[in-house]
């Protein structure tokens, strides 16, 4: 089970902590803000080493209040630091949505591109057993804010180089870390690697359908592709890793060979990140029919009730169940 | 008899962990309820104690080394000079006692 001499197996939370270390070290300006986040090493134990490394300066704890971490992050980048805030739940990332959408979001188009403001948000997403207020999936949401761009990694290589990528982009970035990959491991590459956004990555190869999904979602398509290769479905996974940009080219390519789309998400469909996967390649693709089909969070507030959880939220089942439906 | 020493389980939302210190050396006896090996999870420790006597015959996942739940990680025997197998699967599991903090 040991990885192969090129490579290293670790934990999702070391991928993030060593993009933080890393880029800490090469750029002095950046400093995090974020509950917990200092001796404790963050509520995922993602910070871990990085209060004894860098200090109280730059790795700096702060009260529960998310609009004013968030307002203070893009005060300091706009300021001529760079700042990664850490928001534990992303269902309070709507407390901070104002100096993230109307600030940081805009900063540039408004100064004429004097003011940029290099900020990470990176905002922790997902159901695990927390009830209504901290389990919600709202990237959708931000997906149609001009000048944010928006992340959502499935693996620890992925989360290393997006978040490496966000750490060094001009402007700000909301980075979806779902709390579901924090027990799941992955290889990352000896050497360092960033991932550009707007470059979706093909998990499995496949020619009868299209899944594209995001985040935790894609072992879940992943999972459900196993079940329908057992009945001689040939499922392609499209693991998006970048919402805004979209990457629209690898979607169309897909779709133009299977023919039919499937959109898996944790969010709500309405108006969801599958809404705009399936308008933007019915665009692309130039009036040429495919089939599509949303699987999505049943339209209900998630319960912290275990068995009404897990109703609520899409699974491999239910990715199965959209896929030969969609093919019959 | 040889048995394997296997990652035990269930442990919450844990598929796979990593071996973070063996503190028994192959070759090496043991008493039930000595510390064998420390395991490490996304965010816990999970201390693994041996339920049983007997001796170390056989690492077959070192310090740094990544398992899945089930799967084994030593082979245990109740003397020294038992030859060992190629693998561990079809050896039945020494029973163990652990505690995940």
Known sequence: MSGSAAATRVYFREAIARA?????????????????????????????G???????????????????????GVGAAAAGLRALVSITYMDFLMLGLDPLVNYAAKARYKTGGQ???????????????????????IEAWLMSVPGLVVVAPATAADAYGLLKSALRHDGPVLFV?????????????????????????????GSDVTIAAHAYTVRVALAAAEELAREGVDCEVI?????????????VMSVARTGA???????QATCGVGVEVAARVREARDGEPFRVARVAALPAPV????VLEAACLPDAARVGAAVRALLS | MLYQLAVPGPIDDVEELRVLEWHVA????????????????????????????GILRSVLAPAGDWQRLGRPLAIVGDDSDEPLPAQADDLAAMLVEFEVT
Do not use: W
């Open chain 1, 239 to 251: 693991d998006l890793r970048s919402l805004a940009p979209l990457d629209v080219d690898t979607l």
């Open chain 1, 20 to 48: 933080l270390s890393e880029e800490m070290a090469r750029d002095p300006a950046l400093v995090l803000f974020g509950q917990d986040i200092g001796r404790f090493g963050g509520a995922y134990r993602e910070f871990t």
């Open chain 1, 261 to 267: 789309l499937v959109t898996v998400e944790e969010g």
């Open chain 2, 26 to 53: 192959p070759g090496q006896s043991f008493a039930a309820g000595d510390l064998v090996v420390e395991l490490e999870t996304h965010k816990a420790v999970v201390e693994v104690r041996a339920a049983r006597a």
């Open chain 1, 303 to 306: 319960s912290s009730n275990p």
């Open chain 1, 115 to 137: 003011l940029r403001v290099p900020l990470v948000v990176k905002a922790t997403a997902g159901a695990r057993g927390q009830g209504v207020a901290h389990s919600q999936c």
């Open chain 1, 177 to 205: 870390d779902h709390k579901r990959l924090y027990p799941t491991a992955g290889e990352l590459p000896a050497e360092e690697t960033l991932v550009p956004f707007g470059r979706a990555r093909i998990a499995r190869g």
């Open chain 1, 50 to 72: 990085l209060f004894e490394r860098y200090g109280a300066q730059r790795v700096r704890d702060t009260p529960v209040a998310e609009a004013a971490m968030i307002g203070v």
